[in-house]
């Protein structure tokens, strides 16, 4: 079982759409990312938070709009997304940013669909 | 700046065979090694870590041995079982860079 949630497992929407994904985690874990990843290739990092504050922002184009409202909820808002965007979805948590020895945990991903 | 190897997939074994798939990195100092498996329509799972030179890690019958002196992470697994088809990501952090680093996966297939 894993300890990071995500809500939906599955999602479809229209590029005109607005829809948001949810991550949560109840192990105090202070950190908190988003990855974007493709089929039959490793995930790609989007947004890192740290102390519910965003730390890294890849340059992901502003339809994806990230928001930690709390230290155990991401949220991923999603706006007119284009189907390139389509992709399984990874929320992943570690205790600290800094605490390099730590692994991210990962949650089982939304698996959205833009048509 | 870090990077990770892994051995080309996909790999297809026969149940019971010895498995081993390559994983070599490049990164200054000493960075914490992992390796995550990503079973079908599932997420990535930690399946073992090492954080320093010598450190084996070891879960599932898998193992891993960072070797500083070749910079390696080979995973390894004496008998593959068909549970054990997944695609499997090596990964590293390094000291002052917050982003985990991954390889680009390799695609193990058992049969029965």
């Known amino acids: ?115 | 700046g870090d990077s990770v190897t892994q051995m080309e997939g996909p790999v297809t074994l026969s149940e019971e065979a010895f498995l081993t798939i390559n994983c070599t990195y490049t990164a200054t100092g000493y960075p914490s090694l992992f390796w995550y498996v990503q079973y079908p329509g599932e997420g990535l799972q930690l399946l073992l870590k090492a954080t320093k030179a010598d450190d084996k890690g070891s879960n599932k019958g898998f193992e891993a041995t960072y070797r500083k002196e070749t910079t390696s992470f080979h995973l390894e697994k004496g008998s593959v079982q068909v549970s054990d088809s997944a695609v499997y990501f090596c990964a590293l952090i390094n000291f002052g860079n917050e982003k985990l680093t991954f390889g680009t996966g390799t695609r193990l297939t058992i049969i029965p």
């Open chain 1, 1 to 115: 079982d894993t300890e990071v949630t995500q809500t939906p497992k599955h999602l479809v929407m229209g590029m005109t759409n607005k829809k948001s994904l949810k991550c949560e985690q109840h192990m105090g874990h202070r950190a908190m990312y988003w990855y974007k990843q493709k089929a039959k290739k490793p995930p790609e990092l989007m947004f890192v938070y740290s102390y519910e504050k965003l730390s890294i922002n890849e340059s992901v184009p502003s339809r994806f709009s990230p928001e930690c409202p709390n230290s155990s909820l991401l949220n991923l808002h999603l706006h007119a997304l284009q189907p390139e965007d389509s992709a399984l979805y990874l929320c992943a948590s570690r205790p600290l940013l800094r605490e390099y020895n730590s692994p991210l945990h990962f949650g089982n991903g939304t698996r959205l669909t833009v048509t």
